[in-house]
């Protein structure tokens, strides 16, 4: 069985969160509680479908390093985006727990305040996931 199409999916199912985290925000801003919510919590399922198959792809299938073979300016510009995301991604998934959490339970003053932090953190890792996919997978191919 192939798995060359897990790093397509993730780069879909990236888009997918960062598009409902927008969307969501969109939402709640102009008082849609409960599409808000629906996007919310479609954006946790899409970002944990992500987890799921970006671990199935780089540890149970041992797919490891892919490199980045873009030459010059670009490659300290993928680095840093690179790193920047990895960072918040590790980050991001106990915020995204608390804040998700604190308002299935109904404890809006705490779930806004950490959500603050939440969704330009969470977007930002769906944002630049895609990024990073484009760039290794699109613009700078590698011979797989």
């Known amino acids: 069985m192939s798995i060359n199409f897990l790093p397509t999916l993730n780069a879909i199912l990236n888009a997918t969160s960062g598009i409902l985290i927008a969307i969501g925000f969109v939402f709640i801003r102009t008082k849609r509680v409960a599409a808000h ?12 479908l992500f987890l799921i198959s970006y671990l199935v792809y780089h540890v149970g299938f041992k797919a490891g390093v892919t490199r980045f073979t873009g030459t010059g300016w670009v490659r300290p510009v993928y680095f840093g985006i690179l790193i920047s995301h990895t960072i918040l991604a590790v980050t991001i ?12 339970r109904g404890r809006f003053v705490l779930h806004r305040r950490i959500a603050r932090w939440t969704f330009p953190m969470w977007l930002y890792v769906s944002v630049t996931g895609v990024i990073v996919y484009l760039m290794l997978y699109q613009v700078f191919p590698t011979a797989r």
Not at 37 to 48: D, F, H, L, N, T
Not at 93 to 104: I, K, N, S, Y
């Open 37 to 48: 919510r629906a996007c919310m919590i479609g954006a946790v399922i899409s970002s944990s």
């Open 93 to 104: 998934v106990p915020l995204v727990a608390v804040t998700l959490t604190r308002a299935l």
